[in-house]
């Protein structure tokens, strides 16, 4: 069973990078499409961007000035940074597993409150 | 505000079945057959319950189905249980540049 495990600061200043490690377990990283999620507190879901094994990238065109994504295949893992953070981003971020690129996200990390305060 | 309209929430007693809806656009929901739902109980990662408009996965009870037309997804549960209460939220994949877009959730009761 694929097993997704957030990791990285709980507490980030307002102006400087929230980073992210998403590391997989159970399976391989390769062949597989991988996304960040994220669900400010109280609210719905929304998609940050995604991830090839190979290395490509899609973002949500209101990150993606802001954003930046990377796959480490040798230690099965994906990373998110997020530049110049505000409160706004102050969310529970998961990492998912697509099944397949556009059908869904089938496998979940359990996710991680990142707040954004100084 | 969300880029698929859901329903805010839905109620339903034991056994009776509900249905929720998820509306988009030609752009999202009605260009493709790539909508999923999920199921989130609070303090908890979503499950995938439907993808591809109407397909469970693996483990998914038969409860669950999903259905669309045109720009409209429907999500289904049929014999209601408790178990059933939490948000849902529906997911397309978009045409545009954003690739997939979420609704805002539905959140279920059983009475």
């Known amino acids: 069973q694929v097993q997704l495990q957030e990791s990285g600061p709980g507490l980030v200043k307002p102006s400087e990078t929230l980073s992210l490690t998403c590391t997989v377990s159970?399976?391989?990283?390769?062949?597989?499409?991988w996304s960040w999620i994220r669900q400010p507190p109280g609210k719905g879901l929304e998609w940050i961007g995604y991830?090839?094994?190979?290395?490509?990238?899609n973002y949500n065109p209101s990150l993606r000035s802001r954003v930046t994504m990377s796959v480490d295949t040798s230690k099965n893992q994906f990373s998110l940074n997020l530049r110049s953070v505000t409160a706004a981003d102050t969310a529970v971020y998961y990492c998912?597993?697509?099944?397949?690129?556009?059908?869904?996200?089938?496998?979940w990390g359990q996710g991680t409150l990142v707040t954004v305060s100084s | 505000q969300s880029a698929l309209t859901q329903p805010a929430s839905v109620s339903g007693s034991p056994g009776q079945s509900i249905t929720m809806f998820c509306t988009g656009t030609?752009?999202?929901?009605?260009?493709?057959?790539?909508v999923s739902w999920y199921q989130q109980h609070p303090g908890k990662a979503p499950k995938l319950m439907i993808y591809?408009?109407?397909k469970r996965p693996s483990g998914v009870s038969n409860r669950f189905s999903g259905s669309k037309s045109g720009n409209t997804a429907s999500l289904t549960i049929s014999g209601l249980q408790a178990e059933d209460e939490a948000d849902y939220y529906c997911?397309?994949?978009?045409?545009?540049?954003?690739?997939?877009?979420f609704g805002g959730g539905t959140n279920l009761t059983v009475l």
């Open positions: 998912a597993r697509h099944r397949g690129r556009s059908s869904g996200f089938d496998f």
């Open positions: 159970g399976g391989s990283i390769s062949s597989y499409y």
């Open positions: 991830i090839y094994y190979s290395g490509s990238t």
């Open positions: 030609s752009s999202d929901v009605g260009s493709y057959n790539l």
């Open positions: 591809e408009v109407s």
């Open positions: 997911c397309s994949y978009a045409v545009t540049n954003t690739f997939v877009v």
